[in-house]
Nanobody, 119 residues
Framework: QVQLVESGGGLVQAGDSLRLSCAAS????????MGWIRQAPGNERDFVAA????????RYADSVKGRCTISRDNAKNTVFLQMGSLQPEDTAVYYC????????????RGQGTQVTVSS
């Protein structure tokens, strides 16, 4: 069983940057593709970004492409999401997820970290 613990969320102003982290334990980290999804109040969960097991392949939602970078440190069992030029519409709970590929991230999910962007 893999445990995922997110950190780094908070309250920021529009235009600011934020770096989310997700620490994994209980499994072989580099055997999983990793990603981030988010859920705004009243909305469904949306895909944000994903990274392959080696880190060599990434993909992003159109809404964050060019503003966010996903990365991972397999030696530290951690995945990151660097977000820039944040806007109020980025306000959501951000969840770290893990799965078999960058298109299948439904095996494990963390508890989430709140990101709030004020205008």
């Amino acid at each position: 069983q893999v445990q995922l613990v997110e950190s780094g969320g908070g309250l920021v102003q529009a235009g600011d940057s934020l770096r989310l982290s997700c620490a994994a334990s209980g499994g072989t980290f580099n055997s999983y593709a990793m990603g981030w999804i988010r859920q705004a109040p009243g909305n469904e969960r949306d895909f944000v970004a994903a990274i392959s097991r080696s880190g060599g392949t990434t993909r992003y939602a159109d809404s964050v492409k060019g503003r966010c970078t996903i990365s991972r440190d397999n030696a530290k069992n951690t995945v990151f999401l660097q977000m820039g030029s944040l806007q109020p519409e980025d306000t959501a709970v951000y969840y770290c997820v893990a799965g078999s590929s960058t298109f299948s991230l439904n095996q494990y999910r963390g508890q989430g970290t709140q990101v709030t962007v004020s205008s």
